[in-house]
């Protein structure tokens, strides 16, 4: 077993890949979007080599959700860091689209940011784009709600996290 483990940690890339998330806020409320997979989740995504993780949060949130945001600031230090090789052997779900990285990557180093919504700017995906009816603003109580129940199916020290932050809004 000792040995098995050793040849399976050769194996394992060492790589993260830097991902950020975005806390949008409008009149007190967070924006979300809902994943089949995992239900409740505020925009995010990979950052490319060479942006900064103020420029990737501008990205993300236009590319993923229309939605265009000012006042991005770090709202942690504190990264985390999603070992898919880890959750996997714990038995813990993986999204199919994290599974096909695990190739390049050992899993996601986690950015947390907050921002201000300015506007939704609907030429970017389109007035009837599927993605922007999955779009609300909910109070901080229920993505709190939210992160309970995603924490008994998912990893729950990343969630236990996520509600630390958004504790603070």
């Given at each position: 077993?000792?040995?098995?483990?050793?040849?399976?940690?050769?194996q394992?890339?060492?790589?993260?890949r830097?991902r950020v998330e975005v806390?949008v806020?409008?009149?007190k409320?967070?924006?979300?979007?809902?994943?089949?997979?995992?239900g409740?989740?505020v925009p995010?995504?990979g950052?490319?080599?060479?942006q900064?993780l103020?420029?990737?949060?501008?990205?993300?949130c236009?590319e993923?959700?229309g939605?265009?945001?000012?006042?991005?600031?770090?709202i942690?230090k504190?990264n985390?860091y999603?070992?898919w090789?880890k959750?996997?052997?714990?038995?813990?779900?993986?999204?199919?689209?994290d599974r096909?990285r695990m190739?390049?990557?050992?899993?996601?180093?986690?950015?947390?940011?907050?921002?201000?919504f300015v506007e939704f700017d609907k030429?970017?995906?389109?007035a009837?784009?599927?993605a922007l009816?999955?779009l609300?603003?909910?109070s901080?109580?229920?993505?709190i709600?939210?992160y309970?129940?995603?924490?008994k199916?998912?990893?729950?020290a990343q969630?236990a996290?996520r509600?630390?932050?958004?504790?603070t809004?």
């Amino acid at each position: 077993m000792i040995l098995e483990n050793y040849l399976l940690e050769l194996q394992t890339p060492t790589k993260w890949r830097p991902r950020v998330e975005v806390y949008v806020l409008k009149d007190k409320k967070i924006l979300v979007g809902t994943h089949p997979e995992i239900g409740f989740h505020v925009p995010g995504g990979g950052i490319e080599e060479e942006q900064d993780l103020i420029k990737a949060a501008k990205n993300e949130c236009l590319e993923e959700a229309g939605v265009v945001i000012t006042n991005v600031k770090l709202i942690t230090k504190e990264n985390y860091y999603e070992d898919w090789y880890k959750l996997d052997a714990e038995g813990q779900p993986i999204t199919k689209k994290d599974r096909l990285r695990m190739k390049t990557f050992r899993g996601i180093k986690h950015h947390y940011l907050r921002a201000d919504f300015v506007e939704f700017d609907k030429s970017i995906l389109g007035a009837d784009n599927d993605a922007l009816k999955r779009l609300k603003f909910i109070s901080k109580e229920e993505l709190i709600r939210a992160y309970e129940k995603q924490a008994k199916v998912f990893d729950p020290a990343q969630y236990a996290l996520r509600i630390k932050l958004v504790k603070t809004f």
